[in-house]
């Protein structure tokens, strides 16, 4: 027979606070992307005189089939779409090898070059010098200036490298050996089976990272059929402020903010979109990694 535990009024009156505050961080987190995906269906002019708030009013599907005409958008997306697969294989690829190296103890020299990973993490070399280095091997206005800068993040290496140290016990590493395991088989095989939650947490953190960057394809990339739907959403957004300003008639301006304004909420959930999709998928996995590899430092 199970026991039931009769709570104390003081127990009582934290479970109430506590779901008191859950259901605010909910609400605040939750109601931003509610208020979009609604104020993406309703008329701009509501939108813009607060009457939206609770559901959406005089529901239009225009600004979404002004997105679905403009072929830079679906441009965008396609090269998002390669620079987030290429870039995040790579990245997760790259850091998986140098976190497990680095978390081996026979590793020579380790400490330092942890020290030296760190060291990247507090101080960095500035933007001239980066557009330097990018330039000087070739890259600029290419793909590769979207992927190969950008391959290890200082604070995933960190993690993945405290997943490993706390995760993969020296004994079945000598056991491995003994049974004449080599190295490269030992982290194939072996490691990378049982590191699921590791890899999930860098494919989420890349892949976001991925997605929304923008600030690279500003500095590095001069050809538009190469922009990143970021950067290509923000010259709309930019392009019809610059069109509102230049026009003189009031129903020109009205119909122009009308125009932005339904393309700006629309873009936002066609950006957002695989993200959406993506998180809940590796959300098991997310708290699971991040507090294994917090564990140790």
Not at 137 to 156: D, H, K, Q, R, S
Not at 192 to 215: D, K, T
Not at 233 to 256: H, K
Not at 268 to 274: C, E
């Amino acid at each position: 027979m199970r026991k039931t535990v009769k709570k104390l009024p003081t127990d009582l009156i934290f479970d109430i606070i506590n779901y008191a505050i859950m259901v605010i961080i909910i609400l605040l987190v939750a109601y931003p992307l509610y208020f979009i995906i609604i104020a993406s269906f309703s008329d701009p002019i509501d939108v813009m005189a607060g009457k939206v708030w609770l559901w959406p009013l005089h529901i239009t599907f225009e600004g979404y089939q002004r997105i679905m005409k403009d072929n830079s958008i679906w441009l965008g997306y396609r090269n998002s779409i390669f620079y987030t697969v290429t870039g995040t294989t790579l990245s997760v690829i790259t850091t998986l090898l140098a976190a497990y190296s680095l978390s081996r103890k026979d590793l020579a020299g380790r400490g330092i070059l942890m020290k030296l990973v760190i060291f990247t993490m507090i101080f960095s070399g500035g933007l001239i010098p980066r557009y330097m280095t990018v330039r000087s091997l070739g890259m600029v206005n290419t793909i590769w200036a979207m992927i190969f800068p950008a391959a290890i993040a200082a604070y995933n290496l960190t993690i993945a490298r405290s997943f490993f140290e706390s995760t993969i016990p020296d004994e079945l590493l000598d056991a491995a050996r003994i049974d004449g395991c080599a190295n490269w088989k030992f982290f194939f095989l072996i490691v990378v089976p049982i590191s699921s939650a590791i890899i999930a947490v860098m494919i989420l953190f890349y892949g976001v990272s991925n997605w929304n960057e923008f600030f690279d394809a500003m500095i590095f990339l001069d050809d538009k059929k190469l922009f990143p739907l970021q950067l290509i959403l923000r010259s709309i957004l930019i392009q019809s402020q610059a069109q509102m300003d230049m026009i003189g008639d009031i129903d020109s301006v009205e119909a122009a903010i009308r125009t932005a304004e339904q393309i700006k909420y629309g873009v936002i959930i066609v950006a957002s979109l695989p993200v959406l999709v993506l998180y809940p998928a590796l959300q098991k996995y997310f708290v699971k990694g991040v507090m294994i590899g917090s564990i140790k430092g």
